[in-house]
Structures are given as C-alpha cells and as structure tokens.
T-cell receptor, first 113, second 111 residues
Framework: KNEVEQSPQNLTAQEGEFITINCSYS?????LHWLQQHPGGGIVSLFM???GKKKHGRLIATINIQEKHSSLHITASHPRDSAVYIC???????????????FGQGTILTVHP | SQTIHQWPATLVQPVGSPLSLECTVE??????LYWYRQAAGRGLQLLFY??????ISSEVPQNLSASRPQDRQFILSSKKLLLSDSGFYLC??????????FGPGTRLTVL
C-alpha cells in the first residue's frame, strides 16, 4: 500500500527556533513535494524534490531516496511561518500515474512570538 | 503566466441540493487537472483527474462526479449533496514533474 506518514502532527515553537518536519513513504517515488497551507485553506508549493537538497530563504528541504525519507527545515522561525505543512509524493506507477499525488496528514506548526 | 481559478470560494448548501464547482486554468493548454478534497481533520484525497477533454478518472467511489467540457475547464458536481460532502475542495494542475499549481479552493459546508 502506498502511504505517506508525517511527524509530528502538531508542532509548537518559539520565534527563532530551528524547526524540522519529517515525511516517510512506503515505496519508491518519482517526486516529493512540500506544500504550505495557510488558515484560509490556500496551498502553496514550497519545494519539489527527487534527490538531494533544496534551499529557499529560511526553508531547506532534503530527501534520502534510499531511506524513503524527507525533511523540511525552517531556520530562525517566525510567527508568519505558522501554517500546515504537507508532504505529498508521486509514487512510481509507470505511465499511468498521470502525476497523481498521495498526501500526508500534514503538520500543524504554530510559532509564538 | 499560469493561474488556476476556482469558484465559488465558499458555499453553504442544504443536504439534497445540487452542487457545481468550477475550475479554470490559464497559461497552458491540455493540462492534467485534478480535484482533491480535504475533509475536516483529514489529509487531502484525490477525487478525480483528467488528462483531456471528456476524459475523467475517478479515484474513490462517492456521491460526486466530474466533467471536462473544455480544455481548461474542470467541473465538480453532485445531484444531491450529503453531509459527508462537506470539506475543502482544491483543483490542481500538474505540468510535468517540477511544476505544481493549486487553486485557491472552495470551502463547502453541507447542512
């Protein structure tokens, strides 16, 4: 069964703290996405990874294909980082996958000033 | 530039009423389009996807249907809403491995 597990489910931090959110998946993938969902519901794509590491501002995403694991890091966290962070993967399914994503349950991050 | 529009943004409907949610995309042709739903306290779940006009694939059995009447238009419908249809509905367009766009979403409450 193709599954995506995120941890922790809830995360509370003080402004300035370094934050890590983890994502594990069950079988081989062709791509992994990190998404950010704000309270209004809108979703923004932060990163797409198929290997290695990507950095954008204070956000860093890494993936270990062999271990089937990815992490999203936020350095110097700020209250505006408060949101739900979602890991989504595209499992290897040959030519029929059509880019379908399987989503983790999300991590609710709250950063206090 | 590529953009996804969804409407309405919010909707409150009585049980048994019909539903029509619309998604349109700009800045591309022949996109692969997706409808996702996020029920309260749960993760996003794929409902339908379409690779072209008139081509619809359903991922889960449900009370909803989808249609693709035009290349850049994707519609989610129901003849009779159920309480369990409440949730946040997202339209998405995936253009290749690197590009993922989400619409602003529609929050549906069925009373």
């Amino acid at each position: 069964k193709n599954e995506v597990e995120q941890s922790p489910q809830n995360l509370t931090a003080q402004e300035g703290e370094f934050i890590t959110i983890n994502c594990s998946y069950s079988v081989g993938i062709s791509a992994l996405h990190w998404l950010q969902q704000h309270p209004g519901g809108g979703i923004v794509s932060l990163f797409m990874l198929s290997s290695g590491k990507k950095k954008h501002g204070r956000l860093i995403a890494t993936i270990n294909i062999q271990e089937k694991h990815s992490s999203l890091h936020i350095t110097a966290s700020h209250p505006r980082d408060s949101a739900v962070y979602i890991c989504a993967v595209r499992f290897n399914a040959g030519g029929t996958s059509y880019g379908k994503l399987t989503f983790g349950q999300g991590t609710i991050l709250t950063v206090h000033p | 530039s590529q953009t996804i529009h969804q409407w309405p943004a919010t909707l409150v409907q009585p049980v048994g009423s019909p539903l029509s949610l619309e998604c349109t995309v700009e800045g591309t042709s022949n996109p692969n389009l997706y409808w996702y739903r996020q029920a309260a306290g749960r993760g996003l779940q794929l409902l339908f996807y379409s690779v072209g006009i008139g081509q619809i694939s359903s991922e889960v059995p449900q009370n909803l249907s989808a249609s693709r009447p035009q290349d850049r238009q994707f519609i989610l419908s129901s003849k009779k809403l159920l309480l369990s249809d409440s949730g946040f509905y997202l339209c998405a367009w995936i253009a290749g491995a690197d590009t993922q766009y989400f619409g602003p979403g529609t929050r549906l409450t069925v009373l």
